[in-house]
């Protein structure tokens, strides 16, 4: 074995161990089972402290238990018996029962125990999360509190109720923006890299709904409080001169003077906050009181990103970035503090860091060793210090999402799966269908070399999923019918390599020679087409959030994962077998045996035509359809929470099958139970809202209810419609509009990148085929899944994304040709070069479309929901898709340069560049 193959080959498999290392443990255990063998020390002790937890949860829903007494899950028991709780009515340190864990040195035992049980909860959970379709998880909903919003009309005489009544209209507004600006903040604090996969919409005029995926929320609901923290920032000045007395009481603190030689001013404009420092050595708490300026010198807004960090030999810190504006404001300020401290001997001016009305530090300046004076910070940064990694990364991240006002918890339960078990099997089933298609495509139609592709594909994708749990990714339906159409797409680069292998076989070339030359010249194609899939999707990833961010994230991914794979795993995996005689033969069927001479340009202006009159006439039933063409994702809708008769649970697929009998459509029924009381299990439909504006509020819900009801009535207490039904709500959409407006704005600028990159590393006639191709793909398949009766879904976003990724694969395959034929026949007219070029892929064309094809066909025929709908869309993107390379793409780089070859040449620099190594070359234009 080469050296060359050695080393490609253990860079395989050290991927690949590292990739399934990220995946272990694959599925969740229940904390409460988790916890039962995980103690390695003390396990008898550790079991009785089980036992007191257990009991302190079976007593929870007891009102004759007195409150210290019971605990709500078992996470908050034996954290409860910790803190002295417990029978001994002493603290328990947790840590003594898990020697293997490394702790930082801490001495405040309710502070560790947190560390071991966050460590703990964390071990117990699946490295890859299953989303609210596939297993539920919890919700919670947080309301802003509406009393300052109310007019208070009591009296006053008519004119002031007017003015009242005008203001509370105002403030109403302010209130709905917001809401607005809360949902954005925590879609940011909990789905930073758009991979979370939660749902985040606004209940009535007041309150946000959150539901996360998974149960460890539920395990521990401090987690809560941490993501409604407001996390208002300011910078205030300390008092230069004053300490107040720790054992003065607050209320004097008017009768003290700002300045000792002053006894005018009372220092009303000051307030006493207590800076906590703790001593981890010996984990005594010192709060040390300091006197504070009222009025802030600075906000929040002067932030512009923070991190958690740390520096070798020095403590974890939150690390700030402060804007421009921010920084010259933050430099300002030390600026003034250094001027007093360097003109006044007494006192030294400190800067204090209040989060949310506390005192997180009061920092002063340090002397400059080189001038002995003190000096302004400069620069734009700054820090906090924390106590250890959990606080540092908190920080930062409520620091980067700050909300303006605090959030009230108004209830939490825990939820269902969102789809059905039997719509779920026919998803997993479809997606089985899907893979095994290609699979056994490949195997039949390229033998070994097919063999050695489907091993590639496994490498690829337990790649792909390694790295998608290193980022926290949560795996739904749609995005496993993403991860399928993916391997459809991923066989595209061995696709390219075997048709370039063949032309080399057909040229004479022994096979060992074929292979090597096959690869080195499918390189440059294959690097080109991801580079600029990479592009946009590092676009997406800067310029989009949530779920468009997060598709970025998984199409960067997925790019990096393909083009190892294909180069690096594939080929030596080939080579070893072709070096080594094992293979002597290593393809099987022939699309198109012998060139194809099809004259496509002669097609090319009708077919442009007709192409964008179809695009028209789609764009066109959008607009006529307008809010109906989309879901309940988008424009909201509303819900109903009915009584369920005890110990009975209906199948969510039937509560479908029932509601949409009775014509309503847009169904999500999902199961909740609360999480306090007697933990009550209700059942809650959600459903679009009524199109018709004269009927009263919650009709289609109501109505999905009641035909549910009349159905099956045993699954549903007794009693009136009012009596079965405990809550009415108008839900606010899933995609809200600033999503909307950043998803349009990111496929926009992936556009524009794509025919700025095309044309940066081709030619501007290249790129500006490259991007209306793309345009065309992207409006023509939205156009039809509309005009076939189908309304878009959040998870429809994603699907249109990839059929943008899709699209430009097609097109930059063809280009690449195009460029190498014109090299290779200096004599050709151009017309000639583009139709010889799209013949000679034609059959790397064809291969890819039907293994995306099979892939989308199977998960619309045996796929169920949103799975359904991502197969029609990729139906229509692959059709699309390889019309638009032969059909708009090529015949608007020839339009573009009125079919002159010279054009082209003179366009292209002088110097043209291949990703060979050593193939720069300088050459003049053909005459």
């Known amino acids: 074995m080469s050296s060359k193959i050695f080393w490609k080959l253990f860079a395989s498999a050290l991927f690949l161990a590292y990739a399934i290392y990220q995946l272990i443990p694959l599925q969740t255990t229940p904390f409460d089972q988790y916890i039962q063998d995980r103690a390695t020390a003390r396990q008898a002790e550790f079991k009785e402290i089980l036992a007191q937890a257990e009991k302190r949860v079976a007593a929870y829903n007891d009102p004759a238990v007195p409150e210290d007494k019971k605990s709500q899950t078992m996470y908050n028991a034996l954290r409860d018996i910790g803190m002295g709780k417990g029978e001994s009515g002493r603290n328990v340190d947790l840590s003594q029962f898990f020697t293997d864990m490394h702790l930082v ?60 009544r005008a203001v509370a209209k105002d403030t109403e507004e302010r209130l709905k923006e917001g809401l607005g600006r809360a949902i954005t903040v925590m879609e940011g604090r909990i789905n930073a890299y758009g991979v979370a996969e939660p749902q985040i919409r606004p209940i009535g005029n007041d309150s946000i709904e959150i539901q996360l995926p998974g149960q460890d ?66 984990g005594v708490v010192e709060e040390i009181p300091l006197y504070v300026k009222r009025q802030a010198e600075a906000a929040g807004n002067i932030v512009r990103k923070a991190a958690g960090v740390r520096y070798e030999g020095h403590p974890w810190q939150t690390s700030i970035i402060f804007t421009a504006a921010g920084s010259k404001k933050f430099e300002e300020l030390t600026g003034k503090i250094a001027e007093k401290n360097n003109a006044e001997k007494n006192g030294n001016g400190r800067l204090a860091i209040v989060l949310d009305g506390k005192l997180v530090q009061a920092p002063g300046l340090k002397i400059d060793e080189a001038t002995g004076t003190y000096r302004a910070i400069a620069g734009g940064e700054a820090s906090i ?45 479809a997606a089985a269908w899907g893979v ?25 994708v337990v790649l792909m999923l390694g790295i998608m749990a290193a980022f926290g990714a949560t795996i739904t339906l749609p995005g496993v019918a993403a991860l399928v159409l993916t391997t459809g797409m991923a066989v595209d680069a061995n696709i390219l390599i075997f048709e370039r292998i063949r032309e080399e076989l057909a040229e004479g070339k022994a ?142 697929g039937d509560i479908v099958s029932a509601a949409r009998a009775a014509g309503v459509e847009d169904v999500t029924p999902t199961y909740q139970t609360a999480m306090g009381g007697d933990k009550e299990i209700t059942l809650r439909i959600e459903t679009e809202l009524s199109t018709n504006k004269q009927l009263p509020d919650y009709t289609q819900a109501t109505k999905a209810f009641q035909a549910v009801r009349e159905k099956y009535p045993d699954y549903f207490v007794d009693g009136s419609l009012d009596q079965v039904i405990v809550a009415r709500e108008s839900i606010g959409g899933t995609v809200s509009g600033s999503l909307q407006k950043n998803a349009i704005w990111s496929v926009a600028l992936a556009l524009l990148g794509i025919a700025v990159y095309v044309g940066l590393r081709f030619e501007a006639g290249f790129g500006l085929g490259a991007m209306v191709s793309s345009l065309h793909d992207v409006l023509l398949t939205v156009g039809l899944y509309v005009l076939c009766g189908h309304q878009f879904s959040a998870a429809m976003i994603a699907a249109i994304l990839m059929v943008v990724g899709y699209s430009i694969n097609d097109t930059i395959v063809v280009f690449d040709r195009i460029r190498e034929e014109m090299k290779r026949h200096p004599g050709m007219n151009l017309r000639d ?42 139906i229509f993107g692959v059709v699309t898709g390889t019309f638009s390379s032969i059909f708009i793409a090529s015949p608007v780089f020839y339009w573009w340069h009125r079919g002159k070859r010279e054009s082209v040449e003179r366009a292209e620099a002088q110097v043209t560049y291949s990703w060979e190594a050593g193939s720069e070359k300088t050459k003049a234009p053909a005459k």
Request: aromatic fraction near 8%; hydrophobic fraction near 45%.
């Open 105 to 164: 040195k801490e001495q405040n035992i309710e502070r560790k125990n947190g560390f071991v049980l966050q460590e703990l909860l964390q071990q117990s959970q699946g490295k890859l999360k299953l989303g609210l379709d596939l297993q539920g998880g919890v919700s919670f909903t947080l309301r802003i509190d509406p009393k300052n919003f109310e007019a208070k009309e009591e009296g006053l005489s008519e004119q002031e109720k007017k003015d009242a």
């Open 217 to 282: 929320i539920a395990n521990n609901p401090d987690a809560i409080n941490a993501l409604k923290k407001p996390a208002k920032l300011e910078f205030r000045m300390v008092h230069r001169y004053l300490d107040p007395d720790p054992d003065m009481p607050e209320h004097k603190i008017v009768a003290l003077r700002e300045d000792p030689r002053d006894t005018a001013s009372p220092i009303i404009n000051y307030e006493v906050l207590y800076l906590r420092r703790e001593n981890h050595e010996t």
């Open 385 to 429: 210090d924390a106590s250890n990694q959990k606080d540092a990364v908190d920080l930062a991240n409520v620091l980067n999402n700050p909300l303006e006002f605090p959030l009230e918890l108004q209830d939490s339960k825990q939820i269902g799966a969102s789809l059905a078990a039997d719509a779920q099997t026919k998803s997993i089933h």
């Open 436 to 460: 095994g298609l290609v699979v056994i495509f490949m195997v039949l139609y390229y033998l070994w070399a097919g063999v050695i592709s489907v091993v590639g594909l496994i490498v690829n």
């Open 511 to 652: 096979l060992k020679t074929a292979v090597h030359m096959g690869y080195d010249r499918a390189q440059a194609t294959i690097i080109d087409v991801h580079l600029t899939s990479l592009m946009t999707a590092i676009i997406l990833i800067v310029m989009g959030n949530g779920p468009v961010k997060g598709f970025g994230i998984i199409l960067a991914i997925g790019i990096v994962t393909t083009v190892f794979t294909s180069l690096i795993t594939c080929r030596a995996l080939q080579e070893f077998c072709v070096d080594n005689g094992i293979l002597s033969r290593i393809f099987g069927l022939h699309l198109f045996k012998g060139n194809t001479k099809i004259q496509f340009m002669n097609y090319a202006k009708p077919a442009f035509i007709i192409s964008w009159i179809i695009v028209a006439i789609s764009i066109g039933s959008l607009v006529h359809k307008g809010k109906d063409a989309f879901s309940k994702d988008f424009k909201g809708g509303e819900a109903v929470v009915v009584r369920v008769a005890q110990g009975k649970q209906l199948d969510t």
């Open 833 to 874: 070069v583009i139709h010889l070029s799209i013949n000679r892929t034609l059959s790397r064309t064809v291969l890819t479309a039907l293994t995306v094809f099979f892939n989308a066909v199977a998960l619309y025929v045996f796929g169920a929901g949103d799975v359904r709908e991502y197969g029609l869309v990729f």
